[in-house]
């Protein structure tokens, strides 16, 4: 809007109103969640005509490696990855046009610094998985909200995510800070489990978390839609598991796969897991 581009908003922000839309206003930059990208890409193997749409980005939470791949094979357009915050006002860390690639959410934006921290607030060395800090000319807290007490350090705003850097400088997203899964003394990122599940041909959507366990502390448990035609049964749980031990450190794979229909989801298709957390398991 600063640079005078018109905005096409929508009411019921569902994929098909989306792929609708699009088509409708030719839009250029699309903004929306993984989830929702991955139901374009259906309706493009459909016939839906997304041709006007020079860039994709993703928003809402992280994006997986195969939702990427596949868009960027499929349109030959880029996607995008970025985080920001509510107490941020402001997007801080993106891949650029020039600088993009999976599993990746990019080099800070100009006017912030990003870094991962420890608990004490030292830095992490690079490779390391530790708190993301940012700071820059916006900021904010929430005074009414206890968790935030410590939303801030030494200037630095503590997001409660969890990041490791590269050796180039690049940032890329293990998890929310609270959604770590200790399982048995290990630290498990159910976003690499999740993109491990999803580069399966067999897995429509999942969703990733952490179920309690008397022997291990915790397990790693998904929540699997399967692709249409296939039965969620123990020989395809089998089948994923091992799937996700030839893909990522075998320790890290779903021990329980969950069979569901649809993932609990917000309008704008984030995907809530603390839904699937407090949800019985069948």
């Not at 088509?23 to 139901?39: K, M």
């Not at 006007?52 to 928003?59: D, E, H, K, N, P």
């Amino acid at each position: 809007m600063r640079f005078g581009a018109a905005g096409a908003l929508l009411e019921q922000a569902t994929p098909p109103n989306l792929v609708e839309i699009i088509q409708q206003h030719r839009a250029t930059i699309c903004f929306t969640a993984p989830t929702a990208y991955r139901a374009m890409l259906k309706a493009i193997a459909a016939g839906a005509d997304l041709s006007s749409l020079r860039a994709a980005v993703s928003a809402g939470e992280t994006l997986p490696a195969p939702v990427y791949e596949e868009w960027i094979a499929r349109t030959g357009k880029p996607m995008l990855d970025g985080i920001g915050a509510t107490e941020m006002l402001h997007i801080f860390i993106s891949n650029r046009f020039d600088d993009h690639r999976p599993a990746c959410t990019g080099r800070p934006v100009t006017g912030y610094e990003a870094r991962i921290v420890d608990d004490a607030g030292n830095e992490r060395p690079r490779g390391k998985v530790g708190f993301l800090a940012v700071r820059g000319p916006t900021g904010c807290r929430y005074l009414a909200d206890s968790r935030q007490a410590k939303y801030v350090k030494n200037g630095w705003n503590l997001t409660g995510d969890s990041f490791w850097q590269d050796e180039e400088g690049r940032f890329h997203f293990a998890a929310r800070s609270d959604d770590m899964i200790i399982s048995a003394g290990y630290n498990i990122a159910g976003p690499e489990v999740e993109a491990a599940l999803l580069s399966h041909t067999d897995v429509a959507e999942c969703a990733v978390i952490g179920a309690a366990d008397e022997e291990r502390g915790m397990i790693v448990e998904a929540h699997v839609v399967l692709a249409k035609g296939r039965t969620g049964d123990e020989r395809q749980a089998k089948t994923l598991q091992d799937h996700v031990k030839a893909t990522i450190a075998p320790y890290k794979y779903p021990r329980r796969i969950v069979f569901i229909e649809a993932l609990p989801k917000t309008q704008t298709g984030k995907i809530q897991r603390f839904r699937l957390r407090k949800e019985p398991t069948p």
